[in-house]
């Protein structure tokens, strides 16, 4: 998993507050999402990025912000956490313009959980 | 919309045993990507390997192999002469052709026991 970093990689919320998830790339790729992970249902795209300045919504959007100021950098923000936003969280990065390329990195993940 | 299954929540064998973990896929694209993760009890996710859509080639790794046929639209995994540290859930996914949407199964649970 070299190349992307997510911090915390464990948090405990209280119901009703905000929080971002860091997730930092050195690679300097493009494309940067986020993913949820919930028992059963593998990994659900919340949100991504194909460049500074541009985002879009995933699969589960709902109840969570991202920005992208930077090729970098692509935080995710809960506004007003909720139990149902308990799970483990992914960020992934990757090139492309890579002809052969295209392989995904993931950072270690980072488990949430909403009191 | 695409969409990855992988019927097998979860499978057991005993060590030495082979084992093959199915993936069927849904994509309109003809260009696409499919890949396999392993995720092991620590969390993390492994890549293992990539396969183009226009390369229907199998491929071996060690014990490791995948059959690739876009006529069933399946990207299967077997693991051959299974071993304890191949314990984990592994994850198949498919990304589209312009590379902005990864989706993944649900994953199948292995467990190899001594």
């Known amino acids: 998993n070299a190349g992307v970093t997510q911090t915390p990689k464990f948090q405990v919320l209280k119901t009703g507050q905000s929080m971002t998830l860091q997730c930092a790339q050195d690679?300097?790729?493009?494309?940067m999402s986020w993913y949820r992970q919930d028992p059963g249902m593998g990994l659900r795209l919340i949100h991504y990025?194909?460049?500074?300045?541009?985002?879009d919504q995933g699969e589960v959007p709902n109840g969570y912000n991202v920005s992208r100021s930077t090729t970098e950098d692509f935080p995710l923000r809960l506004l007003s956490a909720a139990p149902s936003q308990t799970s483990v969280y992914f960020c992934?990065?990757?090139?492309?313009?890579?002809?052969?390329?295209?392989?995904?990195?993931f950072g270690e993940g980072s488990w949430l959980t909403v009191v | 919309a695409q969409k990855v299954t992988q019927a097998q929540t979860e499978i057991s064998v005993v060590e030495k045993e082979d084992v093959t973990l199915d993936c069927v896929y849904e994509t309109r694209d003809t260009t696409y990507y499919l890949f396999w993760y392993k995720q092991p009890p620590s969390g993390e996710l492994v890549f293992l390997i990539r396969?183009?859509?226009?390369?229907?080639q199998n491929e071996i790794s060690g014990r490791y192999s995948w059959n690739f046929q876009k006529s069933t639209s399946s990207f299967n995994f077997t693991i051959t002469a299974s071993q304890v540290v191949d314990s984990a859930v592994y994850f198949c996914a498919l990304r589209n052709n312009a590379g902005n949407m990864l989706t993944f199964g649900g994953g199948t649970r292995l467990m190899v026991k001594p």
């Open positions: 990025s194909v460049g500074a300045g541009i985002t």
């Open positions: 690679m300097n790729h493009e494309y």
């Open positions: 396969r183009n859509s226009f390369d229907e």
């Open positions: 992934a990065s990757s090139s492309v313009r890579e002809i052969v390329g295209n392989t995904i990195y």
